[in-house]
Every structure is written in structure tokens, then in C-alpha cells.
């Protein structure tokens, strides 16, 4: 059974930071792209970070370039977001998600966690 379960947003204030974890299993995560996306409210989803499977290989958008940083630990088939520098416009649920590449669809997401920048 694939899982992936993400934790460790909340609420925190402009500027500040926080750290996003993602658990996989049920598949081999060390051959799989990862990704975070996020969804706003009334907005779409987007894409913010992504990692290859092997290389390690880095993307970002645009809007957290220099802010987040992506990163693997394929010893514990986890899949981390840093977040530094947080700013009210980053308040989304934040998803995890693997695919075959960074380019292709991703077939397996997470349950989301919410991400709430606010003073």
C-alpha cells in the first residue's frame, strides 16, 4: 500500500521558517522524483520544488527560489522542504507527490498539511 504522509506545518509568522516532511512507503522511493506542490485557496495548484531520484538534482519556481531548499534522504524514504523567509502569499496546503521524473505526472500524493504565514 503506497503512502506518503507529509507533517509538520502550522502556523508561523512572516519571516520565520519551518520544515516540511514527507514519509514514504509502499514503493521504491530511492527510483522516484519527488515533489512539493501547494494549493492556495480559490487558486490552482502549483508546483514549488522538485528532486530526481538519483542525481539529486534540484527545481524550484520562481516565488521560493533562494527562499526553499528541497531534499531527500533515501535512507529514510523521506523527502524534506525547508522553508525559510516565509511570507504571507506562501499560506497553502502543501502536498508531497513521487513520479517517474521531474517532468512527468506524479501518480502517488500525500494528504496535504497546512502551511499558514500570519502575524
Known amino acids: 500500500q503506497v503512502q506518503l504522509v507529509e507533517s509538520g506545518g502550522g502556523l508561523v509568522q512572516p519571516g520565520g521558517s519551518l520544515r516540511l516532511s514527507c514519509a514514504a512507503s509502499?514503493?521504491?522511493?530511492?527510483?522516484?522524483?519527488m515533489k512539493w506542490y501547494r494549493q492556495a485557496p480559490g487558486k490552482e495548484r502549483e508546483l514549488v520544488a522538485a528532486i530526481r531520484s538519483t542525481s539529486g538534482s534540484t527545481m524550484y519556481a520562481d516565488s521560493v527560489k533562494g527562499r526553499f531548499t528541497i531534499s531527500r534522504d533515501n535512507a529514510k524514504n523521506t523527502v524534506y522542504l525547508q522553508m525559510n523567509n516565509l511570507k504571507p502569499e506562501d499560506t497553502a496546503v502543501y502536498y508531497c507527490?513521487?513520479?517517474?521524473?521531474?517532468?512527468?505526472?506524479?501518480?502517488?500524493w500525500g494528504q496535504g498539511t497546512q502551511v499558514t504565514v500570519s502575524s
Open positions: 509502499g514503493f521504491t522511493f530511492s527510483s522516484r522524483a
Open positions: 507527490a513521487a513520479a517517474w521524473d521531474w517532468s512527468t505526472a506524479s501518480d502517488y
